[in-house]
Nanobody, 126 residues
């Protein structure tokens, strides 16, 4: 199984970025997908998740209204559209997968996710 994130970069406060996570080696449509992030010196933090069907999403309060998670099951890809970025959004962003069988939605704990990507750096300057 591989999850490969892309789309990170250096932007200014108020700008937007769109992260992508391409999955392979798993039946993508059977997995809830999530985004987590980790800033230097901090623990990994839940950002948001989307159900295996794509009809439900759930976000951390810190990003609600600014970030939108979507998925394209035909392309085995999950996205995170990040608008109105703030310096405190600076982190390495990871996508993660959790089989919908046996796992409740929304899963907000990193321990609920079995597959992880390598991460993509997002840096927001003030």
């Amino acid at each position: 199984v591989q999850l490969v994130e892309s789309g990170g970069g250096l932007v200014q406060a108020g700008d937007s970025l769109r992260l992508s996570c391409a999955a392979s080696g798993l039946t993508f449509s059977m997995y809830n997908m999530a985004w987590f992030r980790q800033a230097p010196g901090k623990e990994r933090e839940f950002v948001g998740t989307i159900s295996w069907t794509g009809d439900r999403t759930y976000y951390a309060d810190s990003v609600k209204g600014r970030f939108t998670i979507s998925r394209d099951n035909a392309k085995n890809t999950v996205y995170s559209q990040m608008n109105s970025l703030k310096p405190e959004d600076t982190a390495v962003y990871y996508c993660a997968a959790s089989n919908f069988l046996g796992n409740d939605f929304p899963g907000r704990s990193a321990g609920e996710y079995i597959y992880w990507g390598q991460g993509t750096q997002v840096t927001v300057s003030s």
